[in-house]
């Protein structure tokens, strides 16, 4: 049995009983048996749970029911956002049991619509990373090619989609953690813009940059989602309430202008990777749309103001896990300075621990102001920039990444390096921008590349159906 | 020796704010009294994934506070997250204001000497969340009470411009009396509702440095606070006469031993890493926000004070005990609006019904009695219809049954004798009965006449009308006796 990728054309598919959702479900699930032992995309799935819900829906179908919103779709949730009867661990030992109290507003929009909500997916400890491997669960391993990195930190939702092990994912993105593992794995992934969708149940890594999307085999599938997703909560104060209208962004991709960034294309970049998106482009140029150059001259200091940023926001909010009211004690007993460190030092993976110490630092007396207070101003510097490039283009373009997956272990242990991973995608994070990455022509091994477009804030639609267009074109 | 010295003073007042649910979860913030951790949820109790909402309600109580301590309020306020670790802050940092308080420049006006007003310069309020409770045992170790935790406080600072016990004890009191009157706090340091740092420093009078300076904490009345700067005054001016240098630090107050003691030194004094708390966007406060707090504000103690005394002709001191509380000005305004005799008003809410109270421990908005009752009652005395005596009589039977003198009055016949003809028929017995007296009073003994007056109340069973008794007895010794007094 060929299960296609698209919801649409699962849902068709259980319409015209080409398949049971049972059937698809044991698809999944096979998959998984098969393969996630290495892969490690899952750290949970609830079988039980899965086969109640598909055995259900194909009564209803065989009652002659028509499936209504997401039903026959099963997703995989990022291990940092709460769903009701999995554990939230955030990879993370200091979280192993933690059961979360309540459920992330996102989750539960997706559940109303009729989503089955299939496992948790392996990720880097607390959202810190960009290769899957800062998981206290083991890494996780790209399903196109098993000795090279999936990305991250949602490198198990990503490699999930991947693996056809289901229908689609959520992920989280502060600093393109959504688009980097989904340029890796060769799948959709989409960022809204910050505030779109509920923070609530996202367990923080950085508040200011943290923001909920879909990971999807397709532009329309992540339409879907974003969608059914993106809804005022009045329980998160920095939730967006005004309304994403979808009707005023239409775009047809003949006379859309794409705005390649001058700085996207560094020498250093992937040979590979810039060959790829220059014919992409090409395609796109030939279909009728228009490309144009812009610049963004201080994109080189978005790196260090994000990472200066995200520690420092990471170090406050990671600075509540002590095992002390929830989570996993192992030193019962020690007196209260000595649990602190103890808990702390066992219970947080080591680039969880570097973040918390530069963040500590960058916020420490006398160095607030060298530090903090210039990545703000280099944040609405660069806000200002984007802006202006964005006045001759709908949507700026780009890789997603500057080199192809990389194998496991090369990078570990060199976290400059490794952060360098993030260069293209952390600006959206910044300047609250939305964000996709769209798979383009694989390089001549067979690695997935990815394309970013990225467009103004709040104009989330108008970036998904641009995308959408430009899907085709460029994976030809 | 201690004149060659003198102390700065600055208070740093925590006041918890009477807003119905916490500040940024929905737990509801009465907790006194209630079971350890019943009133919390994910949020107050900072599990991961949950994010804080600006109870509004808190907006205004601020506000309210703010404007009454006449603070310039700015456009744009802010919260901050301030890190430390302990268990009882389970987000390991408070949410607190830090550059771009709720209030600044503001200031307290205090009575001092005669009619003097001192202003004390209050720098700065903000809004923060309390912490929980940790309570240390011998049996089984150290427990936490999240019940308190982000429940919403003030913090209010003011200068370092106090100069000695007093005048910390004054700004405490007029503090506490305008966040009553504004009625945004209890304010009640027992049941910690009020709580106070004191910084101080002592310095050579004359010179324009301020000396080192200390915190003291722990202080639980303001008894404390007096005790605690006054033991930390002498204790700075013999460490200077001695040559010595004061550490700079924070201490506890320990009131049984009446004494301070080091909690920790200024080199292990935390960085507290503050910056803006991402999961709340800045408030913005508009003016028109202001006019609306400010044009319900009620008049302030001090300026009630000064008015009851122009308007109502009471003495001053009358006028500072009734303003203390809002509670009985209020009284004391709506029984006058009905009866106008402040002065007998004011007396009665003063001494007979303020024992009452205390008696019963009750307060004023509890009691049986209303302003209209009370009003009635001085009206009765005024019109002659009951004696004073009576009426006090009658008051305790008022507060407990709620009854209108008039009702009481009537029920119990305790009207007074006023009416002529049955006066005068006492008079004659009490007369007649003491025939001694008529010799007394012929030989110039005046004495005689209370004597007099006495057996007739007496008879009447303290119901005549003294006034019209003195009349007629005069009447009748001078035309039945020839007696001329």
Known sequence: MQVPLSISEIQTALKEKEFSCQELLQSYLSQIHHSNAEINAFLSVDEEMAQNYARDLD??????????????????????????????????????????????????????????????????????????????????????????????????SAAAVAALMCSAALGSDTGGSIRQPAAFCGVVGFKPTYGRISRRGLVAFASSLDQIGPITHTVGDASILYKIMAKPDAHDSTSLTNIDNDSLCEVRLKGATLGIVEEFFPPELDSMVQSRLESSLKNFEKAGGNLTRVSLPHLKYSLPAYYILACAEASSNLARYDSIRYGNREYPGVGIEELYQKERSLGLGDEVKRRMILGAYVLSEGYYEAFYRKAQKVRSLIRTEMENALRSCDALVGPTTPTLPFLLGSKVSDPMEMYYSDLFTVIANITSAPAISIPCQKSEDALPVGIQLIGKPFEDSKILSLAEAVENLVNP | MINSFETVIGLEVHCQLKSRSKLFCTCSAQYSGAEPNTHVCPVCLGHPGVLPVFNKEVLELALKACLALSCQVPAITKFDRKHYFYPDLPKAYQITQFDEPIGE??????????????????????????????????????????????????????????????????????????????????????????????????????????????????LNSFRSVVRAIEYEELRHVSLLEAGKRIERGTLLWDEEAGKTRLMRSKETEDDYRYFPDPDLPPIKISRELIKEVISKLPELPLAREKRFVKQYGISSYNASLLCEERDFADFFEEACAMHANPNSISNWILTEFLR????????????????????????????????????????????????????????????????????????????????????????????????????????????????KVQVLLHEILEEVHSIRL
Do not use: W
């Open chain 2, 356 to 467: 009452e109270l205390n008696r019963s421990d009750t307060c004023i908005s509890e009691s049986l009695l209303k302003p209209a009752m009370l009003a009635q009652l001085v009206k009765l005395i005024d019109e002659g219809t009951i004696s004073g005596k009576i009426a006090k009589n009658l008051f305790p039977e008022m507060i407990a049954s709620g009854h209108s003198p008039e009702e009481l009055v009537e029920k119990s016949g305790l009207s007074q004798i006023s009416d002529d003809e049955s006066l005068r028929k006492h008079v004659h017995q009490v007369l007649e009965s003491n025939p001694h007296i008529l010799d007394d009073l012929k030989a110039g003994k005046k004495k005689a006449l209370g004597f007099l007056m006495g057996q007739i109340m007496k008879a009447t069973g303290g119901k005549a009308n003294p006034q």
């Open chain 2, 105 to 218: 420049h503001g200031n307290l006006e205090l009575k001092g000497e005669g009619d003097e007003i001192r202003q004390i310069p209050i720098r700065r309020i903000h809004i923060e969340e309390d912490a929980g409770k940790t309570l240390h045992t011998h049996t089984s170790g150290s427990l936490v009470d999240y019940n308190r935790c982000s429940v919403p406080l003030l913090e209010i600072v003011t200068d370092p411009d106090l100069k000695n016990s007093k005048e910390a004890k004054d700004y405490l009191e007029t503090l506490r009396k305008v966040l009553r009157t504004v009625d945004v706090s209890d304010c009640d340091m027992e049941n910690g509702t009020l709580r106070c740092d004191v910084n101080l420093s002592v310095r050579k009078r004359g010179e324009s440095q301020l000396g080192i300076r200390v915190e003291i904490k722990n």
């Open chain 1, 59 to 156: 009564q209803k179908i065989a009652g002659g029911c028509s499936l209504q919103g997401l039903e026959g779709v099963f997703l995989a949730i990022k291990d940092n956002i709460h769903a009701r009867g999995f554990e939230t661990t955030c990879s993370s030992k200091i979280l192993k049991g933690y059961l979360p109290a309540f459920e992330s507003p996102a989750v539960s929009l997706l559940r109303q619509e009729g989503a089955c909500i299939l496992g948790k997916t392996n990720c880097d400890e607390f959202a810190m990373g960009s290769s899957n491997e800062n998981s206290a669960f083991g890494p996780v391993r790209n399903p196109r090619d098993r000795d090279r990195v999936p990305g991250g930190s949602s490198g198990g």
